[in-house]
């Protein structure tokens, strides 16, 4: 390969040295520190409920404590299919402290979806909470998978204040699921009845998977990203670096993105660890509540993708509310558009920047300055000991020079060690240490990166990917359906959404609406097609492959030329 331009190199952020020395180490031992320096610090509230970093690491330890007395060791597979409560940062670190592997799993997901992903990832215990909206399809999976064994089940009404516990269980009943009683279902309050002494555990930087982060692409299914405790650990290293003028054990982070999403796990859970913040955590994204939320527990930062600050620009209450605490804005998890960044700056008075990454990256890759220019359109410049470079798509080892379009390529101790059991994807991905991302990009005279067009075919829906494969497989489950193809659309809102083009089998009938109906229980709200197209024929490839080429091209014509 030759040499790559590194143009940011004298360009780069006033007070942010791209040599930076990046601190790598287990991701409890942050942790065990921060509970060290700040042990009487406030590091969750949750709807008034709080925990202090001191009960944080006590609570880690008993949870890492309790898994390994269900036989956890190093490398067991842990899931979490949790919103964004305690018990997410309370299990996330202690199955670390216990040796075992998050993978992290989207509480949104239908049955077969889960089943999927607990199969090819091996999860043998899985971390829930007592919500109808979740337990019984979690508990379904002991029996329609052959790799889970148990299910950890957290009770919602302990991590309300007193007040609150007693109003969810009268008023809340219904949404409490009916637990289930048998060896295999572990209560959280069962599990953490111990002294919390786990046994130590060594841990390899390089070789330790911390978290299973499923992600897809072309190849449709969803596949999981290894990330290593280095890679993690690193990547928070880089955001401190980054955040010039951070304030640690004085800064609050609003955390509404969930942290099943690698943007939120590592932008707001480990980094407010390692910078002793305070966590201010929501269940659910809710435009008013979020609001509230800012106005009387007044976060410094807060994380979010575009769609989130859209709808703030857009409410008709904003200026009831006061946003004035918030000194850093992070949009991440899809392009953020000019108009939305401008307006939220202009009705707030905070700054949004941009940044970029993959699950494949810990996320994070670049970023717009905090403190310095940030260019319009652009996703900023690389982390601190982060390299980007542009290559051909025709001949892929050849590196592009400045302003030239390519495949963006990435390489920094951030990037993944490969995906779980996928060797030819990770031939095809990984080249000696750099990640092919499978996006189109360029760089700038001064190491600013702009991205123009995306490779693979996945769908970013309001920051979160869907998998046109995922949907399609769906689709095919109605006994009408003949072929079936998804791409992705404009949407005004969520970014992209995705359209579905469906060919019936002979003499069928069937209606937008009674396909929709079809679907409700076998895809998510955010995977659900925003359109369904019927036709007589799909276009098809010489090779009789169904085709996606033509119908973008026709749906990018009949939108004027907006490509989704």
Not at 344 to 368: D, H, I, K, M, Q
């Amino acid at each position: 390969m030759n040499q790559i331009a590194q143009p940011w190199l004298s360009h780069y952020p006033t007070g942010v040295q791209w040599n930076a020395d990046i601190k790598r180490q287990p991701l409890y031992e942050t942790l065990k520190q921060t509970a060290h320096d700040r042990k009487d610090h406030v590091a969750i509230d949750f709807l008034d409920f709080c925990l202090t970093y001191g009960e944080l690491l006590q609570q880690v330890d008993q949870f890492a404590k309790g898994l390994q007395t269900l036989g956890v060791t190093k490398g067991t597979k842990v899931g979490l299919c949790l919103p964004n409560t305690p018990y997410s940062v309370i299990c996330y670190y202690g199955i670390l402290r216990a040796g075992g592997t998050v993978v992290n799993y989207n509480p949104l997901y239908v049955e077969r979806e889960l089943a999927f992903q607990i199969e090819d990832s091996e999860t043998e215990i899985m971390v829930t909470m007592d919500l109808n909206v979740l337990y019984p399809k979690v508990e379904a999976m002991l029996s329609q998978t052959k790799t889970l064994k148990k299910i950890v089940v957290c009770p919602m009404a302990a991590i309300l204040p007193k007040v609150k516990s007693i109003l969810f269980r009268l008023l809340k009943r219904k949404d409490l699921a009916r637990i289930t009683s048998g060896p295999e279902i572990v209560h959280f309050a069962d599990l953490m009845s111990n002294a919390g002494d786990p046994a130590p555990v060594a841990i390899d930087l390089d070789n330790d998977i911390a978290v299973l982060q499923y992600t897809g692409g072309t190849t449709g299914r969803p596949k999981g990203a290894m990330l290593s405790q280095g890679n993690l650990s690193a990547n928070v290293s880089q955001m401190l670096h980054w955040y010039v003028d951070l304030e640690p054990g004085n800064e609050k982070v609003l955390g509404i993105l969930p942290f099943f999403h690698v943007f939120a796990m590592t932008a707001v859970m480990n980094f407010a660890v390692a910078s002793g913040a305070q966590m201010i955590l929501l269940p659910r994204y809710e435009l008013g509540q979020t609001l509230k939320t800012i106005t009387s527990k007044k976060p410094t930062i807060f994380p979010a993708v575009p769609t989130i600050y859209a709808a703030i620009n857009q409410s008709p209450d904003l200026s009831k509310f006061d946003l004035s605490t918030i000194r850093f804005c992070i949009s991440g998890g899809a392009p953020l558009p000019l108009e939305v960044k401008d307006t939220f700056e202009r009705l707030t008075g905070c700054r949004l920047v941009e940044g970029y990454g993959l699950s494949e990256t810990a996320p994070v890759a670049t970023c717009n300055a905090m403190n310095d220019v940030n260019k319009p359109g652009s996703i900023g410049q690389v982390m601190p000991q982060t390299e980007i470079s542009i290559h051909d798509l025709e001949a892929p080892h050849d590196a592009l020079g400045i302003g030239e379009r390519g495949e963006v390529w990435i390489k920094g101790p951030q990037v993944m060690s490969g995906y779980l059991n996928r060797p030819e994807e990770n031939a095809n991905s990984l080249r000696d240490g750099w990640f092919r991302t499978g996006d189109v990009g360029y760089m700038d005279d001064d190491g600013h990166f702009f991205l123009v067009d995306r490779v693979k075919d996945l769908i970013l829906c309001s920051g979160y990917n869907v998998y046109p494969r995922m949907v399609e497989e769906a689709i095919y489950l109605h006994p009408g359906v003949a072929e079936v193809t998804v791409i992705g659309i404009p949407d005004a809102y969520r970014g992209e959404s995705p359209k579905a083009f469906v060919k019936l089998k002979e003499g069928e009938t069937l209606s937008e609406d009674d396909l929709k109906g079809f679907l409700e229980d076998k895809l998510s709200k955010i995977e659900m097609p925003s359109e369904i197209e019927f036709r007589s024929e799909l276009p098809k490839t010489i090779i009789g492959k169904l085709s996606k080429k033509e119908l973008v091209a026709e749906e990018t014509e009949k939108r004027g030329g907006n490509a989704a």
